[in-house]
């Protein structure tokens, strides 16, 4: 057990090591939907659509009971309108017990439900098939049903199925009506269902219907909107089941059209599915707005680019002039800081050459060199002592001295004029006495020379 664990403890480690490091060094949330399906990273930095979408909240179900009885189908010869059947069968909002099919000929209807799939998923199990006239049911029809979905609603037909559901006492009811021929027939249709107290109701128009599969592109507007256009059969027969098992579609009514050139359904949708919306999740979603709440995400992100753009032109257009303006301020600052510079150093020059002038004046006074009064001696040497003045200073920043500058100190220039002047007027000295004469030796002798 022990060497398992180990084992296990090095395969975690090993693939922890293995982890990208954008995974672990920036911050995802992790979302999927409520039955296992999808996965939606969202960064720090959201989009649009994840700033209005940031993962499938929990559906609010809607009280379908145990029963549910479908009309308006198993008419044509060219289908088998099993599709219904297997969306109030296979969704699991659903917990219905019985589903019932109502029809003009139950043989018929038989014929076109009782498939090897139909077997084979269950469906037949839960089927009970009804016979009656014009596709509506009556109050006896419906004495046990708790939801009744009517495919195929007219202006002709809706009053008396909402007053025959009211009488049974039928939870819900929901109602397809396809390419209604005015709004003034989708407001008549509407005002009988809403009439059905306490039944809750939803109506659904939309365009023509054509074969096809679902998962088309689509958008769901205001009940009286117009309907034009045509939607696959299998795409209005999803969002009218899923009208019976969500609660945001209780008592209300929409219209649903198909959306294949709206690039923003288009992409709202694709969103929607990429982060593992449901078709229960999304439809839901549709039916409470979501795609109005984008576009305006849009249209708000949009003007403040729009915003954000306007204010760098308007930027760049001031930027010539601003930059104008700092060139001649910058000029105007160089030129005054030139001339402060230059008024300080005279300042300067001014001030040390007042030093040193002074200082030559005390020790030329004690020495008593000079009868001049202080502030006289100074005026009359300032320009002198402004050259000394600028050649120490040049001198202490270490400057190059020009050859004009190149000028004696006034102490060694006295002691040079003084050595000049004894060059010139030497002082008178003795003779010196004159030498003994040499003695000589004279070769040759044997006494010494005198």
Known sequence: MKLFTSIL???????????????TKNAFVLRAGIDGGGLNLVDKETSTLDSVNVGPDPIKPRTSGKTVLVSGLLQSKDRTD????????????????????????ISFAKKRLTSRSARYSGLLDMLEFREGTNGVPTVEDLKDVDSHVAYGISEDTAGQIAENAAKAGVKNLVALMEAPASSAAVESVLSSLSSASPVSYTLLTVPSIADGSEGKPYRVNSVTSDVGGTIPRDEALR????????????????????????????????????????????????????????????????????????????????????????????????????????????????????????????????????????????????????????????????????????????????????????????????????????????????????
């Open 9 to 23: 403890l090095t395969n975690l480690a090993l693939t922890a090591s293995f982890v990208p490091k954008a995974l």
């Open 239 to 450: 969002i009218m089941t899923e009208c019976l098992a969500l609660d945001c579609a209780s008592s209300n009514s929409y219209s649903v059209v198909a959306a294949d050139t709206d690039e923003v359904a288009v992409e709202y949708l694709k969103d929607l599915r990429s982060k593992g919306y449901t078709r229960s999740q999304e439809i839901e979603k549709m039916l409470e707005g979501g795609i109005e709440t984008f576009e305006v995400a849009v249209k708000e992100k949009e003007d403040e680019a729009a915003m954000k753009a306007k204010k760098e032109e308007e930027f760049k257009k001031g930027a010539g002039a601003r930059s104008l303006s700092r060139e001649e301020e910058i000029k105007q600052l160089l030129a005054k800081g030139k001339q402060e510079y230059k008024e300080m150093m005279e300042k300067k020059v001014k001030e040390e050459a007042s030093d040193i002038l002074r200082r030559e004046w005390r020790e030329k006074y004690f020495a008593r060199n000079t009868s001049s009064p202080e502030e006289e001696y100074v005026a009359e040497n300032m320009e002198r002592g402004m050259k000394e003045a600028i050649r120490m200073i040049k001198m202490l920043k270490g400057e190059k001295l020009d050859d004009d500058e190149q000028e004696e100190h006034w102490m060694d220039r006295e002691e040079r004029e003084a050595r000049e002047q004894e060059e010139k007027n030497p002082e008178p000295t003795e003779d010196p006495e004159p030498a003994p004469p040499a003695a000589t030796k004279v070769e040759g002798g044997d006494g010494e020379g005198v």
């Open 82 to 105: 099993q599709t219904t059947f297997d969306f109030l069968k296979d969704n699991p909002l659903f917990s219905f017990e019985k589903i019932i099919a109502f029809c003009e000929d």
